[in-house]
Nanobody
Framework: QVRVVESGGGLVQAGGSLRLSCVASGSFFRINTVGWWRQTPGNQRELVASITFNGRTNYASSVEGRFTISRDNAKNTVYLQVNSVKPEDTAVYYC??????????????WGQGTQVTVSS
């Protein structure tokens, strides 16, 4: 079982910055790929950025150059640095962790989300 908790959301002015955190806890062998997703009302959840265990990153074109995903494996934590925010970045941001349990079975876990609101 992995519990994923996001934090760091809030209200920010356009052009500002935030750092979101995703902490995984519980009983597992390893956290593999972690993705930050976002969702607005009435829309599907979209992948914003992801990072593999070894640090390979991938970004949606809409955030490339503004968002940076990173991780600290010793702390089981993944960060999303959000810079130069735009009103269209307003969403609930979710963290998804792809993990291996203690028997090396693959499973995924979602956090509860953190709201990011960008004012213009």
């Amino acid at each position: 079982q992995v519990r994923v908790v996001e934090s760091g959301g809030g209200l920010v002015q356009a052009g500002g910055s935030l750092r979101l955190s995703c902490v995984a806890s519980g009983s597992f062998f390893r956290i593999n790929t972690v993705g930050w997703w976002r969702q607005t009302p009435g829309n599907q959840r979209e992948l914003v950025a992801s990072i593999t265990f070894n640090g390979r990153t991938n970004y949606a074109s809409s955030v490339e150059g503004r968002f940076t995903i990173s991780r600290d494996n010793a702390k089981n934590t993944v960060y999303l640095q959000v810079n130069s925010v735009k009103p269209e970045d307003t969403a609930v941001y979710y963290c998804h962790a792809d993990s291996l349990d203690t028997q090396l079975r693959d499973f995924g876990s979602w956090g509860q989300g953190t709201q990011v609101t960008v004012s213009s």
